[in-house]
C-alpha cells in the first residue's frame, strides 16, 4: 500500500510539472500511460521471476525508469539486478 502513495506522489508532481509547461492534457496522458505499462512490465517480470527467485522492487524510481525507457530501461533494471 505504501507503493501506491508514492507512485500516486510522482504521478501528482509530474502532472503538475506537465501541466505547467503545456496548456494541453497530451504529455501528461503519455506520460501516465508509459508509466503504467512500465508497471505491468514490472509485475509480468516479478511474476516470471518469482519460479527462478528474482525479484526487482515496484518503487516509483523503477517505475519511471521501465516507463520512460520502456524494454530498454526494463532490461537495464534486470541487469543492475543481476549485477548488484
Do not use: H, Q
Not at 514490472?42 to 516470471?48: A, D, E, M, R
Amino acid at each position: 500500500m505504501e507503493y501506491a502513495a508514492y507512485f500516486l506522489v510522482v504521478v501528482i508532481i509530474l502532472f503538475l510539472i506537465a501541466r505547467s509547461f503545456s496548456g494541453s492534457w497530451k504529455p501528461f496522458r503519455t506520460l501516465l500511460l508509459n508509466c503504467l505499462l512500465g508497471l505491468l512490465l514490472l509485475v509480468v517480470v516479478n511474476f516470471i521471476g518469482s519460479y527462478l527467485d528474482f525479484f526487482i522492487g515496484i518503487n516509483a524510481v523503477t517505475v519511471l525508469v521501465s516507463g520512460l525507457c520502456g524494454i530498454p530501461g526494463l532490461a537495464f533494471l534486470v541487469i543492475l539486478k543481476l549485477f548488484l
